[in-house]
């Protein structure tokens, strides 16, 4: 059934999940991104009134972080145009204890459009699908602040979620917070990627200095190492986000997945066991 439901990022880490939650649910939603027809990119606003005409409900993700420069911009842009075409409800994906995510759910929150705020942790699959992945692969992982508490979770109970508050108006008006079961360390997740995929991984402790200076010498994008260290510095040492919260249980009825459980799934589809390429 063709619906008049959008995602935006549909092809994304959790867009691509939420896509396939409802066509589980036999709901065909229009994908948002720039290889889409019509197609949807953030930097070009002439493509997002195609992209957003005859919309009642849309799952916006942000690229390539709320936190960014300009994000903020083009939440209240896209917003004011969601309104302006008639768009029911908005359910935005923003970050745990992220000040410049806060700002972006508030100019949601106060449009006068229905929504819901899905609040994340830092995602399990930031290390199958993101900048985690290179140094599994690699076998040599250098990282700060390695005793850090996260309460990684994984990106398809967000995407169950995001699904559910969707379809689900009695959640309108609500911010979910979606979090793993269980407080990990960087160390202890190393470890348990070496068990699951059967690989040595060797873990260094470095200063979070070293690590931006080593993206920067490996070319990695200015306007990435920023947020990577912004991220850092800001998101993952709030105490705001060393928290579990129960939220995930009270949407779907069931506990979130721990990354233990996400990890053997992952190790199954050989993605750590692939060369790197680095
Ligand atoms: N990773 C984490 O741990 C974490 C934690 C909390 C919150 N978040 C939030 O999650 C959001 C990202 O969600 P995600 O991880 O599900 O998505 P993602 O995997 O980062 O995003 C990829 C999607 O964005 C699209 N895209 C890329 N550039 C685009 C552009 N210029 N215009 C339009 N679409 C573009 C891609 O499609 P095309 O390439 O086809 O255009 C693809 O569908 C961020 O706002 C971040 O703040 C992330």
Not at 106 to 124: E, H, P
Request: hydrophobic share 40%; glycine share 6%.
């Amino acid at each position: 059934m063709k619906t008049n439901i959008l995602v935006i990022g549909g092809t994304g880490k959790t867009g691509r999940r939420v896509v396939e939650q409802l066509q589980n649910k036999g709901i065909e939603p229009r994908i948002g991104s720039r290889n889409a027809s019509p197609s949807f990119d953030w930097d070009n606003k002439d493509t997002w009134v195609n992209a957003l005409q005859g919309i009642e409900k849309m799952y916006v993700t942000y690229y390539p972080d709320l936190a960014v420069p300009g994000a903020k911009e083009a939440i209240q842009s896209l917003t004011y145009l969601a309104k302006e075409l008639g768009v029911k409800k908005m359910v935005l994906l923003s970050g745990k204890g992220e000040t410049e995510a806060e700002a972006c759910e508030n100019i949601v929150m106060d449009s006068g459009i229905d929504y819901t705020i899905v609040r994340a942790s830092w995602f399990n699959q930031n290390w199958s699908e993101s900048f985690f992945l290179e140094p599994i692969l690699s076998g040599e992982v250098a990282l700060p602040m390695s005793d850090v508490l996260i309460p990684f979770v994984d990106a398809n109970d967000i995407a169950e979620v995001a699904a559910t508050v969707l379809i689900d108006d009695s959640y309108n008006g609500e911010i979910i917070e979606v979090t793993g079961p269980e407080l990990i360390t960087f160390k202890q997740i190393v470890d348990i990627i070496s068990k699951a995929s059967d690989r040595r991984l060797n873990f260094y402790e470095i200063t979070l200095e070293q690590y931006v200076d080593g993206m920067k010498q490996m070319q990695i994008p200015n306007d990435v190492v920023w947020l990577i260290e912004y991220l850092f510095s800001h998101v993952l040492t709030n105490p705001k986000n060393q928290l579990v919260v129960s939220d995930i249980e009270r949407v779907l009825g069931r506990k979130a997945k721990p990354f233990m459980e996400y990890a053997i799934e992952t190790a199954k589809t050989g993605i750590w066991n692939q060369i790197s390429v680095i």
